[in-house]
């Protein structure tokens, strides 16, 4: 965080500039190592419903049922290796969608992509098939997922860290501007006369790391970021101060400027 500056007439000064730190970004690198959790979850699932497969199958052979169950243990096979790992990764596709957790979702799509791609691409120039090439193109997946998981962690880690490198939190003399972004950057100013109030927050482990979330209550008016009243704020890192460092100090500074009359004019 750069030392603040307080230059008494230039309203686009800048006074403060800081970012994330990497200590406030821990818990999104946990969260793409998504993909290796799930390959480990994989191989335990899989080995769990084979063993429950193989001793139901076993015992239904010598039942009056034998003759209808021939031939299953490829569909058996097949039912195993689309619940894990292909279900397993799907799974977490939709839970990282549904809680907005891009490093969850996009490692888990990546790793169950490439060991797909790269299923598919071993299964075409392998010279030696089976009766069935579903099963066949399964068992590549499945023998896939973890080279792939691996390449998926290292892919989201370095995106994420570089998605941390491009954010800045600029506290000039006329609002916060938030901006940042990979592909494209994004930047929006909140005026100080929208900011209502000012959220720290701060966990045990964020405490015991000095990091921290500083989340902006906008009142809305004219240029605002369109957040409507009663709506929960959002923990973007685009749209408040994420895991940065000294917050109780950033936070003192930003009270002290939105609660200047007339935006400090005065």
Request: charged share 20%.
């Amino acid at each position: 965080m750069e030392a603040p500056e307080r230059p008494p007439g230039d309203r686009k000064a800048v006074l403060l500039r800081t970012g994330p730190d990497p200590k406030g970004f821990l818990f999104r690198y946990l969260l793409a190592l998504t993909p290796l959790v799930l390959f480990g979850v994989s191989v335990i699932a899989t080995a769990m419903m084979r063993g429950f497969l193989t001793g139901s199958f076993s015992s239904a052979m010598n039942s009056p049922l034998r003759g209808l169950l021939a031939g299953m243990e490829d569909l058996m096979e097949m039912t195993v290796l689309l619940t894990a790992p292909v279900g397993v990764y799907l799974t977490f596709v939709l839970i990282g969608l549904r809680v907005r957790s891009t490093e969850m979702w996009t490692g888990s799509a990546l790793a169950l992509g490439l060991s797909a791609l790269g299923g598919f691409l071993l299964f075409t120039l392998s010279p030696d098939r089976s009766v069935s090439p579903s099963l066949d193109l399964l068992y590549w997946i499945a023998y896939l997922a973890g080279p792939a998981s691996l390449v998926a962690v290292i892919l989201v880690l370095g995106f994420t860290e570089q998605y941390r490198r491009s954010i800045t939190y600029t506290i000039g003399r006329e609002g916060l501007i938030l901006g940042g972004g990979i592909w494209k950057r994004r930047e929006h100013l909140l005026p100080w006369h929208q900011i209502g109030s000012l959220v720290l927050e701060q966990g045990p482990l964020e405490k015991r790391l000095g990091t921290g979330t500083i989340v902006p209550l906008v009142t809305g008016g004219p240029g605002s970021t369109g957040r409507k009243a009663g709506r929960e704020p959002s923990r973007s890192p685009l749209e408040c101060l994420s895991g940065i460092r000294e917050p109780d100090l950033v936070m003192e500074f930003l009270q002290e400027l939105i609660s200047r009359p007339a935006n400090g004019d005065s």
